[in-house]
């Protein structure tokens, strides 16, 4: 049996939601296990959101939102911009590897960008191996 990593992604409903939806649309391949959760920001997501996913096995999580400039509430993604440098730090000392964290900026018309992205961190993951909480299930 192949590995295949648990994805949590938090996506902006305005942009990186849209973004999944048009690669779908467009049929982008991209891997089945991304589980998306529609927020209505990505400012939206609290760090602690992130640290709970990794906690209970998430073997990897994604905050997508709008490009800068272009967020719906106007400073949102500058907002977890600022969030997510400290969360980085966070998620080490949790003792979390980091790169199980991303964050992209990810518009409603980049179906293909988010098809890219998922398949990219993705085989990232699959090189790092399942979540230690998971206990190597």
């Known amino acids: 049996m192949t590995y295949s990593p648990n994805i949590i992604g938090f996506a902006c409903q305005w942009c990186t939601y849209a973004g999944a939806d048009l690669a779908g649309n467009l049929r982008c391949k991209y891997p089945p296990t991304v589980k998306l ?9 609290e760090p602690e959101h992130v640290l709970e996913a990794l906690a209970r096995g998430a073997d990897g999580v ?20 600022r969030r997510m440098t400290v969360l980085k730090k966070l998620i080490e000392d949790s003792g979390h590897d980091p790169r199980r964290f991303r964050l992209e900026w990810i518009s409603g018309a980049e179906g293909k960008k988010f098809a890219e992205v998922m398949d990219e961190f993705t085989k990232e993951l699959a090189e790092l191996g399942p979540n230690p909480v998971k206990g190597g299930n």
Do not use: A, F
Request: aromatic share 10%; charged share 20%; glycine share 18%.
């Open 37 to 45: 959760i529609k927020v209505p920001c990505s400012g939206r997501v």
């Open 62 to 81: 994604l905050i997508g939102g709008c490009h800068y400039g272009d967020c719906h509430y106007k400073e949102g993604n500058y907002k977890t911009s």
